[in-house]
Nanobody
Framework: QVQLVESGGGLVQSGGSLGLSCVAS????????MGWYRQAPGKQRELVAT???????NYLDSVKGRFTISRDNAKNTVFLQMNSLKPEDTAVYYC?????????????WGQGTQVTVSS
């Protein structure tokens, strides 16, 4: 059974930094794309950043230059370093991964971690 477990959320002041991590566990053949999404109260979930197994990245325009996504393929882990945080970055952040197992390939989601940026 595949699971994604996030860690690293919390409360930070505007302008501060936080780092998130997400580990995929279980019987995993391969992981193609990993990424971070977020959902603020009353808003739809949005893509923040993704990274493929070859290292190709994609970012939400509003986080470019402030957030950095990276991954450790050997440890099935994806990271999100968030700098210069703004109150509008406040949301629940979710990890998502496209994972191949013996049952085939599908998307998996983590349980979410709260990030709160105070002004």
């Amino acid at each position: 059974q595949v699971q994604l477990v996030e860690s690293g959320g919390g409360l930070v002041q505007s302008g501060g930094s936080l780092g998130l991590s997400c580990v995929a566990s279980g019987i995993i053949f391969s992981i193609w794309r990993m990424g971070w999404y977020r959902q603020a109260p009353g808003k739809q979930r949005e893509l923040v950043a993704t990274i493929t197994s070859s290292g190709r990245t994609n970012y939400l325009d509003s986080v470019k230059g402030r957030f950095t996504i990276s991954r450790d393929n050997a440890k099935n882990t994806v990271f999100l370093q968030m700098n210069s945080l703004k109150p509008e970055d406040t949301a629940v952040y979710y990890c998502k991964a496209d994972i191949a197992t013996r049952a085939g390939e599908r998307n998996y989601w983590g349980q979410g971690t709260q990030v709160t940026v105070s002004s």
